[in-house]
C-alpha cells in the first residue's frame, strides 16, 4: 500500500514504474545469452529498459548530463554484475537497485565535495528548480506562484541528504515499500523509515509557507 503522499511538487505524478515491467518484451532469451557473455544480447536489453533507467537516474540527480552518466555506469554495473542476477524478481526491479546504488555514490561523493570547496562561514548557494512552461491561458501570477513552489520543493530536497533524499523519492515516487527500499539501501527497515520520516518533517517545514 502507498504511503501517505507529501502532496507537493515532485511527487504529484506518483507512479510505482516495476508495475509496469509486465508490458517490457520478453528478454528471457537475450538475458540467459547475456548471462553467458553475449555482449549483443546484452545490447538488446539495454535497448529496452534504457529509457526507464534514464528516467530513474534523472529524477534522483536531476541533471540531464549527470543522469545520462549514470545511467551508462548503471548499466556498465550491471554488465559486470549480471551473474549474480538470480531472477528472484522482475529484471526491471534488479536494474533499479543497480542505478539507485549508483545515484546514490553519486550523491554522497557530491555532497562530500560541496563541503569541501565552501570556505568556511560561507552558505552555499541553493539549487534552483526548473518551473513549468506557462500556457497561454495561463495567469501569470500564478504561474509565477507555482515556479517559486516548485523552486522552494527543490532546494528542501537539495537540503536533504542523500540516504533521506532517495529514500522518501523511492517511497512517495516510485511506491516502493520500506523492506524493499531496505533492500535496495542495504540497510535496516527501522533506518529507512526513520529516514523517511525526517525528509518528510523537513519538506513539510520548509515548504509551510505555501500550505
Same mark, same amino acid.
Given at each position: 500500500?502507498?504511503?501517505?503522499?507529501?502532496?507537493?511538487?515532485?511527487?504529484?505524478?506518483?507512479?510505482?514504474?516495476? !508495475?509496469? *515491467?509486465?508490458?517490457? +518484451?520478453?528478454? @528471457?532469451?537475450?538475458?540467459?545469452?547475456?548471462? =553467458? @557473455?553475449?555482449? $549483443?544480447?546484452?545490447?538488446?536489453?539495454?535497448? &529496452?529498459?534504457?529509457?526507464?533507467?534514464?528516467?530513474? *537516474?534523472?529524477?534522483?540527480?536531476? =541533471?540531464?548530463?549527470?543522469?545520462?552518466?549514470?545511467?551508462?555506469?548503471?548499466?556498465?554495473?550491471?554488465?559486470?554484475?549480471?551473474?549474480?542476477?538470480?531472477?528472484?524478481?522482475?529484471?526491471?526491479?534488479?536494474?533499479?537497485?543497480? &542505478?539507485?546504488?549508483?545515484?546514490?555514490?553519486?550523491?554522497?561523493?557530491?555532497?562530500?565535495?560541496? $563541503?569541501?570547496? #565552501?570556505? !568556511?562561514?560561507? $552558505? +552555499?548557494?541553493?539549487? &534552483? @528548480?526548473?518551473?513549468?512552461?506557462?500556457?497561454?491561458?495561463?495567469?501569470?501570477?500564478? %504561474?509565477?506562484?507555482?515556479? %517559486?513552489?516548485?523552486?522552494?520543493?527543490?532546494?528542501?530536497?537539495?537540503?536533504?541528504? +542523500?540516504?533521506?533524499?532517495?529514500? #522518501?523519492?523511492?517511497?512517495?515516487?516510485?511506491?516502493?515499500?520500506?523492506?524493499?527500499? *531496505?533492500? #535496495?539501501?542495504?540497510?535496516?527497515? @527501522?533506518? &529507512?523509515?526513520?529516514? #523517511?520520516?525526517?525528509?518528510?518533517?523537513?519538506?513539510?517545514?520548509?515548504?509551510? $509557507?505555501?500550505?
Amino acid at each position: 500500500m502507498m504511503a501517505e503522499k507529501v502532496n507537493k511538487p515532485g511527487f504529484e505524478t506518483s507512479k510505482k514504474e516495476a !508495475d509496469q *515491467a509486465d508490458t517490457m +518484451p520478453d528478454i @528471457g532469451p537475450f538475458l540467459e545469452r547475456a548471462k =553467458n @557473455g553475449d555482449e $549483443e544480447a546484452f545490447g538488446e536489453i539495454v535497448r &529496452v529498459f534504457h529509457d526507464r533507467v534514464y528516467a530513474v *537516474a534523472f529524477r534522483y540527480v536531476q =541533471n540531464a548530463e549527470d543522469a545520462a552518466d549514470m545511467a551508462q555506469k548503471a548499466w556498465i554495473r550491471a554488465w559486470k554484475k549480471l551473474a549474480t542476477f538470480q531472477q528472484r524478481s522482475s529484471f526491471y526491479t534488479w536494474m533499479y537497485r543497480v &542505478v539507485a546504488s549508483v545515484c546514490l555514490d553519486h550523491l554522497r561523493k557530491k555532497k562530500r565535495l560541496a $563541503e569541501q570547496t #565552501i570556505p !568556511d562561514g560561507e $552558505e +552555499p548557494l541553493p539549487a &534552483v @528548480g526548473a518551473g513549468a512552461a506557462p500556457s497561454v491561458s495561463s495567469r501569470p501570477d500564478r %504561474e509565477l506562484e507555482h515556479a %517559486e513552489v516548485r523552486t522552494r520543493f527543490q532546494e528542501a530536497l537539495d537540503e536533504l541528504s +542523500p540516504e533521506h533524499r532517495l529514500a #522518501i523519492m523511492m517511497r512517495e515516487v516510485d511506491g516502493y515499500s520500506y523492506e524493499e527500499i *531496505a533492500k #535496495i539501501m542495504k540497510c535496516r527497515k @527501522g533506518t &529507512v523509515m526513520s529516514r #523517511i520520516f525526517y525528509a518528510r518533517k523537513k519538506l513539510q517545514e520548509r515548504m509551510q $509557507e505555501f500550505r
